[in-house]
């Protein structure tokens, strides 16, 4: 039974990471290509702090989050993937690690942020889990300890990705978004409505967040599911 629950999850950690995994596959490109488009729409400003945010639960923003995070560092770049769901979190599974201890240890002082830091298993990419729940998100995202760990990662890292929850449930991407550089919104093809998308969209621009572009995902073509990035 274990052996085969073992096998399940790297299955699944298979099909997520699929830059990782398959890095010459068509879904593989896209995120090449969102991570071109991103580097196009900052010309004139650099986008160091990205957050990636979604309308609703379960439109791949998890996902979208991680294989970004891979694509930039195959490139070169210094990553440093968070994760800022502290509700749901998700990248530790994604990445095979324990969340005894992460962003959450750190905001709370009980750890340096040195500490909590986990360096994956790909070249360049570094990996702060969410850490133990907390009783308020929201108040942990928005606190002097966020801007000051944001200050230190910025020093070490040429981007720092969130991985935040969806903008429609809670408020904690709205608090970050304007923490961070850019926000990137993931919509999932015949799954997110209209309206929540627009609504969504209002509510990081009542936020004073800067909207990068949209990720339009599960999008069906030639019978592959592919992602396709949109500019504000």
């Known amino acids: 039974m274990g052996i085969r629950n073992n096998k399940?999850?790297?299955?699944?950690?298979?099909?997520?990471?699929?830059?990782?995994?398959?890095?010459?596959?068509?879904?593989?490109e896209q995120y090449r290509t969102i991570r071109t488009n991103i580097q196009f729409s900052s010309i004139d400003e650099e986008l160091?702090?990205?957050?990636?945010?979604?309308?609703?639960?379960?439109?791949?923003?998890s996902t979208t989050t991680a294989n970004m995070a891979v694509v930039f560092a195959q490139q070169g770049k210094k990553v440093l993937l968070v994760d800022g769901d502290l509700r749901k979190p998700t990248v530790h599974y994604t990445f095979s690690f324990t969340n005894t201890f992460g962003l959450t240890s750190v905001l709370s002082k009980q750890i340096s942020f040195q500490e909590a830091v986990k360096t994956s298993q790909i070249e360049n990419l570094d990996i702060l889990p969410s850490?133990?729940?907390?009783?308020?998100?929201?108040?942990?995202?928005?606190?002097?300890?966020?801007?000051?760990?944001?200050?230190?990662?910025?020093?070490?890292?040429?981007?720092?990705?969130?991985?935040?929850?969806?903008?429609?449930?809670?408020?904690?991407?709205?608090?970050?978004?304007?923490?961070?550089?850019?926000?990137?919104?993931?919509?999932?093809?015949?799954r997110t409505e209209k309206d929540a998308a627009v609504k969504a969209k209002e509510l990081l621009t009542a936020a004073k967040a800067k909207i990068v572009g949209v990720v339009l995902n599960n999008k069906e073509e030639s019978k592959t599911a592919s992602y396709y990035y949109y500019g504000k």
């Open 48 to 61: 160091q702090t990205l957050i990636v945010t979604s309308a609703g639960p379960g439109e791949g923003k």
């Open 8 to 28: 399940q999850k790297k299955m699944e950690t298979q099909r997520k990471l699929v830059t990782q995994h398959d890095p010459k596959s068509p879904i593989s």
């Open 131 to 190: 850490g133990p729940l907390p009783p308020n998100p929201a108040e942990l995202l928005s606190s002097r300890s966020m801007m000051e760990l944001l200050r230190i990662a910025k020093e070490q890292y040429d981007i720092i990705i969130f991985d935040t929850p969806p903008v429609l449930v809670v408020t904690d991407a709205q608090v970050m978004s304007n923490m961070c550089d850019g926000v990137i919104l993931v919509v999932s093809s015949g």
